[in-house]
């Protein structure tokens, strides 16, 4: 059957990103990083459920919650971070906290750690394969 052994590795949940927005930076000037982790499958799949009512996916709400479960730094779901956006779920802060261009930088961010591609990338690379 050849070597299984290829086949048995953990799934890579836990690793991380850093990455800077133009638009957040220090005392001194200087950029801050932000730091996204990868989630199992197992946590997608439960956070897909979370945002999905009567077999309707909500793709908004999905984006949002992946930002806030993946994002380490800074904690989404800080209380003091909330208070500060007039919010108190956590899944309401990136779209309070972001300009569209950077939520769009962050999810990207969170795609790129978790192995996620576009359907267009994975139809493009079959291609070229």
Excluded at 88 to 112: Q, W, Y
Aim: aromatic content about 8%; some cysteine.
């Amino acid at each position: 059957m050849g070597n299984l052994g290829a086949y048995l590795r953990p799934v890579p949940a836990g690793k991380t990103k850093e990455f800077y927005l133009e638009n957040f930076k220090d005392e001194k000037g200087e950029k801050i990083p932000f730091i996204v982790k990868a989630i199992t499958p197992k946590e997608n799949d439960r956070i897909v459920k979370r945002n999905t009512v009567k077999g309707v996916f909500n793709n908004a709400t999905y984006i949002d919650e992946m930002i806030v479960t993946c994002m380490e730094t800074p904690n989404l779901k800080d209380a003091e971070l909330c208070s500060f956006y007039g919010v108190m779920d956590p899944t309401e802060v990136p779209g309070l906290m972001f300009t569209i261009g950077e939520k769009n930088l962050v999810m990207d961010a969170v795609s790129e750690i978790n192995d996620v591609k576009m359907a267009s990338e994975l139809k493009n690379a079959a291609k070229n394969f």
